[in-house]
């Protein structure tokens, strides 16, 4: 049975990326924002025999290409999410992308502020 990548990452946590990924405008991502998201998925995500993300255009899986951000903000009930988390970033793939298809939350927390000594 294969993996549905989108049910793994509602678990994953991308916190240590939140500050970053608040940043993200809605719309077609530029390319340092593209960097940064495939960065975040590369790090926290699913590992597997895929590879890393990329942004080939005549790549059907595992591309970024051509995504759009539809949300970023507070994380709601009405989402496809885990309540556990603050924030979600909601990325759309176009329809011809074959993996993942449709819509993919990433998610995240404020970070924990550590102690000063």
Partial sequence: ???DWRNYL?????TEFGDQLAKIPLGQPDEGSLRLI???LDAI????ERG?????QMAAEWSLFGVEVVYNGKNSRNF???SIFKYCLLL?????????VGDLYICWNDPVATPKE
């Fill in 1 to 3: 049975m294969e993996t």
């Fill in 10 to 14: 509602l678990r994953c946590n991308f």
């Fill in 38 to 40: 495939a960065a975040a």
């Fill in 45 to 48: 995500g699913p590992r597997d």
């Fill in 52 to 56: 890393k993300w990329s942004f080939d």
């Fill in 80 to 82: 496809a999410t885990i």
């Fill in 92 to 100: 759309r793939f176009p329809n011809w992308v074959t993996s993942p």
